[in-house]
Nanobody, 123 residues
Framework: DVQLQASGGGLVQSGGSLRLSCAAS????????IGWIRQAPGKEREVVSC????????YYTDSVKGRFTISGDNAKNTVYLQMNSLKDEDTAVYYC????????????????WGQGTLVTVSS
């Protein structure tokens, strides 16, 4: 049974940093890609970043390149999203997601979703 538990959201000032965590159970990083998808109020869902250790591949949407970093801790079965230089437009509910294929996450069709964690960036 796959479960994904996201945490780490909160209120931060523009230019600040947050680190999101996605604790995964029922998956192994060798078999699953893990990613972060966000949805801002009134906007469509957007894949932010995802990582596949089996393919040695990481993906970032253009708007977060150079500011966000995705990483994983195998021992803790947890994937992190370090978010620096946060902007107002990063305000959204962030969901972690999993699929055997990183591509499936990139095209917003992951097999598994966790609950969201709210990130609010204030200027």
């Amino acid at each position: 049974d796959v479960q994904l538990q996201a945490s780490g959201g909160g209120l931060v000032q523009s230019g600040g940093s947050l680190r999101l965590s996605c604790a995964a159970s029922g998956v192994t990083f060798d078999d699953y890609a893990i990613g972060w998808i966000r949805q801002a109020p009134g906007k469509e869902r957007e894949v932010v970043s995802c990582i596949s250790y089996s393919d040695n591949t990481a993906y970032y949407t253009d708007s977060v390149k150079g500011r966000f970093t995705i990483s994983g801790d195998n021992a803790k079965n947890t994937v992190y999203l370090q978010m620096n230089s946060l902007k107002d437009e990063d305000t959204a509910v962030y969901y972690c997601a999993a699929h055997h294929s990183l591509h499936k996450i990139v095209v917003l069709t992951p097999g598994y979703w966790g609950q969201g964690t709210l990130v609010t960036v204030s200027s």
